[in-house]
């Protein structure tokens, strides 16, 4: 069984790493798009020039890199501490580096900032005062008085576009742990002669997917279905013949 409590803990650590390396690409690449405002003006975007772009690219690429990797680290660990017969690298294959999800966050976040440039712009904020006030308004920037005028659509919230990208990273790392993890403990379970098992709500999240799941017992042969980071669901393995 995978052990309940380091499973936590590496979600939670995860979440405080991937904070700071989420600040630091945001100062990154401020700083990078403070250097070009005046020669790309009011309607701010990165694209607006091949060099800035190319190097606000690679400064995702890099979030992305360290956010997966970040996330590989803490199931190998996980899985080598607390099951006897998984193989990590069969888990991490499961959910794969989650590359293109963390890269299309950190699209999102050049679109994000692109506006929130355009803003400053506007108003003649420093540098520090976007940074300050983007972290302020980081789950909702419409709520921001100073984007009164940004079109609500301008986002495209809704479609695939998380509203807050710093928790779109830490979901999508704590999917890999915990998928990989959860993936990882069924092979290892059946190895060990488990016939059913029911799933558990893990937290009391507000969820009709998860609440619709729990609670049946389910056949070993059935992998577990892993499904969110928030509801922290968790299959409870039995031994004995299942029940009709
Ligand atoms: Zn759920």
Known sequence: MLNNEELVNEVASYKGDTK???DAALAALLALAWSYRDQIGENF????????YEQALAICRELSDRCSEDAHKRLIRLVEDSLDYADEDVAWEQTGDGIESFDMAGSHLLELLAVWISVAIQN????????????????NPFLCPEWKEIPLDTLAWGKGYARNILEQLTLIG???IIGGGRYAEWVDEQAKGATYYIRRRGSNYDCDVCEGLANVPIPIEVPFEYSHARCMCYPEFHYEPMPL
């Open 124 to 139: 003649s904020w420093t540098q520090n005062y976007t940074k300050v006030m983007i972290s302020r308004y980081l789950a």
């Open 45 to 52: 975007s990165f694209s607006a020039n091949p060099v800035l």
């Open 174 to 176: 704590q999917g890999l």
């Open 20 to 22: 700071k390396r989420f």
